[in-house]
């Protein structure tokens, strides 16, 4: 079995060769084959030569700099289409995960599981702006998604590479790539792992990032409920809006010849329209969805499905007698 632990670096050379050390140690007792990729997010800071000094004393590291600065989820996925390992690790750079734990991910995937997750459960960081938002945000994600996990955002992760290397992550969908796998068929578990303060360099992320976890979320829900069928999803909302308006129509109608109003004392036309409009431009979206759904499939020649395995009978085998 080889290893290969994936990180996404952006501006830390105060943590680069602290970084390196507590991996080797890490590794080297446990015996196996592995290799260290260490992804450079386009960092402005001395981090690209710092890299570039670990992989050239080392020929189990290898750093990869990206031409700008993409965003963790693309700088995992470089990381993720150049392993070669039959296990991939995924930690983040700043020192706060703990490469000690690394074993213990895959004494826990010998248990049977394809993804096992890290879950911070004695969080070192700041509690207003960090710990109490991720809370809600892990228990929307599992509530929404059906897969429970407690720390989504946790980057220390262990994933078998038959499970990982068929996902594409765009945007910042990093977090829910346990959520990805299960829905493939993953077995998917967690543990309680080590989190350390940073001690070194600046945190990149802040409660901004609350938001468009809510927005990610709102999208994963999308595909994994209409992917397959956008037109049902949009056709609904079409079908709702038709109906508003041809409730505002009969009320617009009722106030002019029994009510005692006239088109224009009541926003009544005015909605009737918008209503209208807003259907048919829900159902347009939905045929438009749905052309861009085959398209995807087709011109890849993908399969709306996965098969697990294919059981037959054989024939039975003919003697001579």
């Given at each position: 079995?080889?290893?290969?632990?994936?990180?996404?670096?952006?501006?830390?050379?105060?943590?680069?060769?602290?970084?390196?050390?507590?991996?080797?140690?890490?590794?080297?007792?446990?015996?196996?084959?592995?290799e260290i990729i260490l992804v450079n997010d386009g960092s402005d800071d001395d981090s690209g030569n710092i890299l570039d000094t670990i992989?050239?004393?080392?020929?189990?590291?290898?750093?990869?700099?990206?031409?700008?600065?993409?965003?963790?989820?693309?700088?995992?996925?470089a990381g993720f289409d150049h392993a070669s390992g039959d296990i991939i690790i995924a930690m983040d750079g700043d020192n706060q995960n703990?490469?000690?734990?690394?074993?213990?991910?895959?004494?826990?995937?010998?248990?049977?599981?394809?993804?096992?997750?890290?879950?911070?459960?004695?969080?070192?960081?700041?509690?207003?702006?960090?710990?109490?938002?991720?809370?809600?945000?892990?228990?929307?994600?599992?509530?929404?998604?059906?897969?429970?996990?407690?720390?989504?955002?946790?980057?220390?992760?262990?994933?078998?590479?038959?499970?990982?290397?068929?996902?594409?992550?765009?945007?910042?969908?990093?977090?829910?790539?346990?959520?990805?796998?299960?829905?493939?068929?993953?077995?998917?578990?967690?543990?309680?792992?080590?989190?350390?303060?940073?001690?070194?360099?600046?945190?990149?992320?802040?409660?901004?990032?609350?938001?468009?976890?809510?927005?990610?979320?709102?999208?994963?829900?999308?595909?994994?409920?209409?992917?397959?069928?956008?037109?049902?999803?949009?056709?609904?909302?079409?079908?709702?809006?038709?109906?508003?308006?041809?409730?505002?129509?009969?009320?617009?109608?009722?106030?002019?010849?029994?009510?005692?109003?006239?088109?224009?004392?009541?926003?009544?036309?005015?909605?009737?329209?918008?209503?209208?409009?807003?259907?048919?431009?829900?159902?347009?979206?939905?045929?438009?969805?749905?052309?861009?759904?085959?398209?995807?499939?087709e011109s890849q020649q993908k399969k709306p499905y996965r098969i697990d395995k294919i059981v037959k009978s054989q024939p039975p085998v003919?003697?001579?007698?």
């Amino acid at each position: 079995m080889k290893l290969s632990v994936t990180i996404p670096i952006h501006n830390e050379q105060k943590n680069l060769e602290l970084l390196y050390d507590n991996l080797i140690r890490a590794l080297e007792p446990m015996g196996t084959d592995f290799e260290i990729i260490l992804v450079n997010d386009g960092s402005d800071d001395d981090s690209g030569n710092i890299l570039d000094t670990i992989a050239n004393r080392d020929s189990r590291v290898s750093a990869i700099h990206l031409l700008r600065n993409y965003g963790q989820t693309s700088a995992m996925m470089a990381g993720f289409d150049h392993a070669s390992g039959d296990i991939i690790i995924a930690m983040d750079g700043d020192n706060q995960n703990d490469p000690a734990d690394i074993p213990r991910l895959l004494e826990k995937m010998n248990e049977g599981y394809d993804v096992v997750s890290g879950w911070r459960k004695d969080r070192q960081d700041a509690r207003i702006s960090r710990i109490i938002p991720s809370r809600i945000a892990n228990w929307l994600i599992s509530r929404v998604s059906g897969v429970k996990l407690h720390d989504y955002g946790c980057s220390l992760k262990a994933y078998k590479k038959e499970v990982i290397k068929g996902i594409r992550l765009y945007g910042e969908m990093h977090r829910f790539i346990p959520v990805f796998t299960a829905w493939r068929g993953a077995k998917v578990s967690e543990i309680v792992v080590n989190h350390r303060p940073r001690r070194l360099g600046i945190s990149h992320y802040g409660l901004s990032r609350v938001f468009r976890v809510m927005l990610d979320l709102t999208l994963i829900r999308f595909l994994d409920k209409h992917l397959q069928n956008p037109i049902h999803f949009f056709g609904g909302l079409g079908l709702i809006n038709f109906f508003l308006a041809v409730m505002t129509f009969l009320m617009m109608l009722y106030y002019k010849f029994w009510g005692g109003k006239s088109f224009t004392e009541t926003p009544l036309p005015t909605l009737t329209v918008l209503f209208a409009l807003m259907g048919g431009v829900a159902v347009l979206m939905g045929i438009l969805a749905e052309i861009i759904m085959r398209t995807y499939y087709e011109s890849q020649q993908k399969k709306p499905y996965r098969i697990d395995k294919i059981v037959k009978s054989q024939p039975p085998v003919e003697t001579d007698n």
